[in-house]
């Protein structure tokens, strides 16, 4: 596990300042991120971090990732881990199939798991990361033998909470039950992006400006793993909307099952918004408890974000086969002239296909 984060009262003060200066995830992530050339996905570098700083949460955010091989998925993933202290979380790329329930028993608590390639993961630790994540803890029963040879149950608990980060490249390597309580999200495969990712390379590797920036990256990591700290010392402080419209504000449809775990996932995403706000706002102490505000403003990027989360859970087609579609569509588009878009029809296997509206 990894050493207790070494920070001074300076630092702490820096870190206060710049939390104050700047919005942290619309202003300072985003900037930093680009002056180092950690490029596009700038929602998901926003749902990473509102992850990982909902570890302590009674119910954290948890992301599942999907995206072909090579697209840079865990790489952009690697660098936001490396904006937190690194006792904060930890990454996993393999894992036997019993293997977290042998650490020590406070091992995991208020940390974010990382899991590279849900492949490289034997099916039963898959299983074991699924009940972390649904019941916040692990137990298992096991037979030890004493010192005569006799067979003894021994209870082994494993406290969270934790909050967790999967990436595959495979949709159906994530059972539905699992996929159903995350946030679903998708690489970015589009060509603008590969570019972006070649030309930052280039530009990182074969510039002066490069070369300066890449020396300047332990420092901007650091500025960042600051910041961090000093929100984690945020945690127990209780967050509360600003009046009673906003309350109502956030409460999403009843109309199905998948509605309860998404109100859940919601107003966790808001309280870890205003968290990155606090230092910006005035609080209050009301019973003795300090009191942060949640605002209109936390409410309507949460709502942008889960406005693309609740896309991805009803749509019919995800991810790189719908940047596929949408080539189609702009290929039929340009040759169609006045014929309707329904009405065209391509050869696809053995079927004729008809396109949306």
């Known amino acids: 596990m990894a050493a207790p984060y070494q920070i001074t009262e300076e630092r702490i003060k820096k870190a ?13 992530l985003p900037e930093d991120m680009e002056y180092i050339k ?14 990982i700083l909902s570890r302590f949460e009674d119910k954290p955010l948890h992301v599942l990732i999907i995206a072909r091989s090579g697209i840079g998925k865990s790489y952009i993933q690697k660098m936001i881990l490396k904006l937190h202290p690194e006792e904060d979380w930890i990454r996993i790329s393999s894992a036997t199939k019993q293997v977290l329930y042998y650490v020590p028993k406070n091992a ?22 699924r009940t972390f994540k649904s019941e916040g803890k692990l137990e298992l029963l096991t037979t030890e033998k004493d010192a005569n040879g006799a067979n003894h149950a021994k209870r082994k608990i494993v406290d969270g909470p934790v909050s967790i980060l999967l990436s595959t490249t495979n949709f159906n390597s994530v059972d539905n039950e699992t996929r159903s309580r995350m946030i679903v999200t998708y690489g970015d495969e589009s060509d603008e992006q590969t570019k972006k990712i070649i030309d930052a390379e280039f530009f990182m590797n074969n510039t002066v400006e490069g070369q300066k920036r890449k020396k300047e990256i332990p420092v901007i990591l650091q500025k960042h793993k600051d910041m961090m700290f000093v929100l984690r010392e945020t945690q127990n402080i209780e967050f509360v909307y600003e009046n009673e419209e906003l309350e109502k ?8 099952i998948q509605s309860r775990r998404n109100i859940s996932l919601f107003t966790t995403m808001i ?14 102490t009301k019973d003795g408890k300090v009191k942060g505000k949640i605002t209109k403003e936390d409410v309507e990027l949460a709502e942008k974000l889960i406005a693309k989360i609740l896309l991805n859970q009803t749509a019919d087609i995800k991810g790189s086969t719908q940047d596929f579609y949408n080539k189609i569509c702009i290929l039929v588009d340009s040759k169609r002239k006045n014929i309707p878009r329904n009405e065209q029809e391509f050869m696809g296997g053995e079927k004729y296909v008809s396109l949306q509206n």
């Open 16 to 28: 206060i300042e710049n939390l104050k200066a700047k919005d942290y995830l619309t202003e300072t």
């Open 38 to 51: 950690v490029v596009g996905e700038e929602d998901n570098k926003i749902l990473y971090t509102l992850a």
């Open 108 to 129: 995991f608590v208020g940390k974010c798991i990382s899991i590279d390639e849900t492949s490289g993961v034997h099916e039963e630790a898959f299983y074991t990361v």
């Open 249 to 256: 504000r956030v409460k999403l449809t009843d109309e199905d």
């Open 271 to 284: 309280r870890c918004i205003a968290r990155t706000r606090y230092f910006r706002r005035q609080s209050e």
